[in-house]
């Protein structure tokens, strides 16, 4: 009998938050790095190339971005993979699982491989890298893997895949971020030692979002933000111009809300030299609850003009924040708004009548 969301009962949905948990708590709190094992990912991959009838790789494992471009780089020297072609085919040679000599010869070309990948190389080299991608051997396959257990295992599915299923579910939490494919071998990246992040994506405005040792990437409500910006924000050496010369709305809200995590309001308004000059709580019939600020610098600028043309200005702005990421946004406005909501209203798409509240409703289908 087929299954719908009639079946998903108030008992079932309650246990997805414990498939959750056993999907991302040792990735998110660097656990799953911290006890690596590397046969694991080895046998997964293995197993994934056996299921699409292929013979077995060679696995390359890298453990952070730098030494995954360097040994990247390596693989595509003619020596490099003349050592990993005779590791492909020793590997899937008839008799390898049952000689012990090929192995011991393995484990010797293995270790050749790893002091040429170690080798010194340039890794500012420009090389076109073409994208090899698979579900099923990504930091997502976890979050899939999980949701068809779930599905199969609560709802009480039973199909032809399930020894399938089963098996890489109990192995995808493999410590694998994502692979290069070839052939005859597959380079791994490990998953990052800790990762942070909060309801909306990754997201820190203290410490890199996604981080190893060696390697560092920041994140502010799931929006990625250059090193240099976010190290300028955190140690308030951003500057008021340098903010206004940024044209990517998503990385002056990452500094925004930079500053009001580690600062408050009125941090903001130091660093703005601005005032709020209006602020009003609105409570939408969608059930959505906003706070809408209106922003003015406390001085006015001879070269800054209103929607109605006149000169000698404020840098004004309309404080909102997104519903669904949490994000808040300064959006640039007109020095001649007082009222919030005026200034919101203004700020809607132009097929929106000005005088229809400001508000957002709920529809039903």
């Known amino acids: 009998m087929m299954k719908t969301l009639k079946d998903l009962t108030p008992e079932i ?4 938050p414990k498939y959750k948990d056993l999907c991302t708590k040792d ?31 060679v696995v390359i494992v890298a453990k952070d971005p730098i030494e995954y471009k360097q040994f990247f780089l390596k693989l595509q020297e003619e020596n490099t993979l003349e050592l990993v072609n005779e590791m492909f085919k020793l590997k899937n040679s008839k008799s390898y699982s049952s000689s012990k000599k090929n192995k011991s010869e393995f484990q010797n070309l293995n270790l050749k491989l790893n002091e040429i990948l170690n080798s010194e190389v340039n890794t500012n080299k420009n090389i076109e890298i073409k994208s ?34 089963d098996w890489l579910y109990e192995r995808a939490n493999n410590n694998i971020l994502k692979c290069y494919f070839t052939v005859g071998f597959v380079l791994v990246l490990r998953v990052p030692e800790r990762i942070r992040r909060n309801d909306v994506g990754f997201h820190s405005t203290k410490k890199p979002a996604i981080e190893w040792t060696r390697y560092k990437m920041y994140y502010i409500n799931g929006r990625k933000i250059s090193n240099d910006i976010f190290f300028k924000t955190l140690n308030s050496e951003l500057t008021f111009n340098e903010f206004l010369k940024i044209d990517n709305e998503d990385v002056k809200a990452g500094i925004i809300t930079m500053i009001k995590e580690n600062q408050g309001n009125e941090g903001l308004m130091k660093f703005l030299n601005a005032e709020i000059v ?25 070269f800054l003009n209103d929607v109605n043309g006149n000169m000698n200005q404020p840098y004004t702005w309309l404080e909102e ?45």
Not at 13 to 16: F, H, S, V, W
Not at 137 to 163: G, M, P, V
Request: net charge positive; with cysteine.
């Open 132 to 165: 090899h991608f698979l579900f099923l051997c990504s930091i997502y396959q976890r979050a899939s893997l999980t949701w068809y257990k779930f599905i199969q295992d609560e709802f009480k599915i039973e199909h032809s895949n399930k020894e399938i299923l």
């Open 321 to 365: 924040t997104c519903p669904s990421t949490g994000s808040v946004f300064l959006i640039d406005s007109s020095g001649h708004f007082d009222n919030v909501i005026d200034a919101a209203k203004f700020h809607r798409p132009n097929f929106v009548p000005s005088d229809m509240d400001y508000d957002f409703k709920k529809f039903n289908n």
């Open 13 to 16: 949905k309650a246990k997805i």
């Open 27 to 57: 990735l998110y709190s660097g656990v799953e790095y911290k006890n690596y094992d590397k046969q694991t990912t080895v046998d997964y991959i293995e197993k994934i190339y056996e299921i699409a009838k292929n013979r077995k790789p």
């Open 278 to 302: 209006d602020e009003k709580e609105i409570k939408h019939s969608s059930g959505h609850v906003e706070t809408l600020r209106l922003w003015k610098t406390k001085d006015k600028f001879s």
